[in-house]
């Protein structure tokens, strides 16, 4: 096991080539729905339990399926009202055991990306082919229902292996969310090809913010305002990203959907936002950003090991 | 490394659940449910009376609430009873005060510890909604079907023997199920379950051959969630449920009748102070129109004639 990950160089907030977004838009604003399917009894992992009681843990189960069954189309209604498009992180099971909820995020222009196959399948213990085969299935079952090419992973209940983001690269997946490093979009240092790092907040996460740190539902609302007044005031410097990730069994409930809707109403009516999804963002990443950022960083590693 | 080869396939991949108890389907796609009076909003109040013995196990876990420190845990075991000596009198004169009806859930433990309350129960237009044996006592797959089968029969027994009612509504210890508890519940003549929390309305589950109507009682908005495991202030709890309310309310201008439950615990919202909270809850729903407030065997009733 190493200390560092090796995945990125360290580069200062401070001291980075400048960020622009289409449109001169001072953030990039993305919202990341998890649209999950948690398996009732899933065949045992080595290194994680899937459920805090014994099976059948119908208590959780039911909990995470309130999202598939109401809390989705709260969400969504929500996000239409806003004008903002999902980039759905998503099981991609739920192709099969829901493909109604699928089509209606498709239709709607919705971005896919794979959290892998089911959220109670976790990549411990893998072998690089099994993990190889969960990317393959997650291309082409995302493609067989809506004719999409994944750009995006994040690793299912972000259970990650050392090999993990070499193959995401091998197999053209241009972003990882399972970095939390920056604020901005970074490069990813992979065996070949290309890759980056895009912001998914863990603590705009609603799962972060309702159960592990047991935000009241307007806190939470409080919290990303203010999330974004700071990101936005520090744009004028250079491009930032705000992402606020969602599971709908949790934010699509009703003591729970009102107060994020006003907070996400806050964020779409300001000007200089571009609502964007997390392809888009790595596709002008790509184009305007990757290879600049990429010298900085081996120019600071230059200069650091000259000293 | 690698995993066994059945990490790695998807035999109950397909259309719908990954389970036989229920169908897929969507809230907002079902058609509506009316109200009795044209009421938007049924108001479930279910006040929940549990029993946390001395000697209690945490097999297969601690129930939530259970007993913590070492034997004797006096301080918990008292904490919790306080609910069934004092608390459930403040919440009894509430519902007097506000003519209203409930639906209260109670281990078998407290009809045969404390068969007067059961009377001040069944003196009053009440519901009796079997939760269990007591705390002590999880319905879990470490039992054997004949051992389960028994604690739901004992527990049954118990509470439709001391109160002479009909008990057709269940919450499980915990909401904790073996994979057999609905088919014995079913079994021995239960309508409606409360344990699952994936709806905001009832829908009917499989369950040895019958079927089983599952109610919607709120799980993370329920008090004890609130204030014991997320630690919220009763300022907070109250805001949840307005707004929770107020959700539901403006939901079924289009969707049809909606349910809202409210779990006060015994043991929590009995306490001196939050009984002022429970109030101004009250007051802030029974404020609106159309509200029916009801119990869960007249809602599952109701929704049962429409829904079929």
Not at chain 2, 138 to 156: F, I, M, P, Y
Not at chain 2, 249 to 256: C, F, T, V
């Amino acid at each position: 096991m190493e200390a560092d990950p090796n995945l990125y160089d360290y580069l200062p907030y401070n001291k980075r080539p400048k960020i622009v977004w289409p449109g001169n838009a001072r953030i990039a604003l993305w919202v990341a729905p998890n649209i999950e399917f948690y398996e009732f009894n899933p065949p045992p992992n080595p290194k994680r339990k899937p459920w805090a009681r014994p099976l059948p843990d119908v208590l959780a189960y039911s909990h995470r399926d309130y999202g598939n069954r109401a809390g989705w189309r709260r969400m969504m209604d929500v996000m239409d009202e806003c004008g903002v498009r999902g980039s759905v992180s998503l099981n991609v099971a739920m192709c099969d055991h829901h493909p109604e909820i699928i089509d209606a995020c498709n239709e709607r222009g919705w971005e896919f990306y794979s959290h892998g196959i089911y959220n109670t399948r976790y990549t411990y213990g893998m072998s690089i082919d099994q993990e190889r085969a969960i990317i393959e299935d997650s291309i082409e079952t995302v493609r067989k229902r809506t004719g999409q090419t994944i750009a995006g992973w994040l690793a299912p209940a972000l259970s990650n292996n050392v090999w993990t983001m070499d193959l995401l690269a091998e197999y053209g997946l241009k972003y990882t969310c399972d970095l939390f490093h920056d604020d901005q979009p970074m490069p990813v240092k992979v065996k070949s090809g290309r890759l980056i790092s895009i912001p998914y907040s863990l603590e705009m996460n609603d799962v972060i913010a309702y159960l592990t740190n047991q935000c009241p539902p307007r806190h939470y609302g409080e919290t990303i305002r203010r999330q974004f007044d700071q990101l936005f005031a520090e744009s004028e410097r250079s491009g930032t990203v705000m992402c606020i990730p969602l599971h709908p069994y949790l934010v699509g409930q009703p003591h729970r959907i009102a107060a994020f809707g006003e907070a996400l109403r806050y964020i779409a009516r300001q000007e200089g936002v571009w609502l964007a999804t997390g392809r888009e963002i790595a596709e002008h990443y790509y184009a305007n950003h990757y290879d600049t950022m990429r010298a900085a960083c081996e120019a600071r590693r230059r200069e650091e090991s000259a000293t | 490394m690698s995993l066994p080869p059945e990490n790695m396939q998807y035999p109950l991949r397909r259309h719908g659940m990954d389970h036989d108890r229920y169908d897929w389907s969507n809230l907002q796609d079902r058609p509506a449910i009316q109200w009795p009076g044209g009421a938007r909003v049924a108001l479930w109040v279910t006040p929940i009376l549990q029993w946390f013995p001395l000697n209690m196990t945490a097999a297969p876990f601690l129930a939530p609430g259970g007993l913590t420190m070492p034997y004797p845990d006096y301080r918990h075991y008292t904490n919790r009873d306080y609910g069934n000596r004092v608390g459930i009198f403040r919440l009894l004169e509430l519902i007097d005060q506000y003519e209203l009806t409930a639906s209260v859930m109670l281990n078998a433990a407290i009809a045969r510890r404390y068969p007067s309350l059961v009377t001040e129960l069944t003196s009053r237009n009440l519901e009796l909604v079997a939760h269990g044996l007591d705390m002590g006592h999880l319905h879990h797959s470490g039992l054997t079907r004949e051992q389960e089968t028994e604690l739901v029969k004992g527990a049954l027994d118990s509470i439709r023997t001391v109160s002479g009612r009909t008990i057709s509504g269940w919450l499980s210890p915990g909401r904790a199920q073996s994979w057999h508890t609905l088919d014995i519940l079913a079994e021995e003549g239960i309508q409606y379950c409360c344990d699952w929390a994936n709806d905001d309305m009832p829908y009917e589950m499989r369950a040895a051959g019958r079927k089983v109507l599952a109610m919607p009682l709120a799980h993370e908005s329920d008090d004890r969630m609130i204030l014991q495991e997320f630690r919220h202030t009763e300022d907070q709890w109250l805001q949840q449920v307005k707004d929770q309310f107020d959700l539901l309310y403006r939901e079924s201008e289009r969707y049809g009748g909606r349910i809202m439950s409210l779990p006060l615990h015994a043991w929590i919202m009995g306490v001196p102070y939050r009984t002022t909270y429970v109030r101004e809850a009250l007051d802030y729903i029974l404020a609106r129109d159309g509200v029916w407030v009801a119990t869960g065997e007249q809602i599952a009733a109701e929704f049962r004639r429409q829904a079929g």
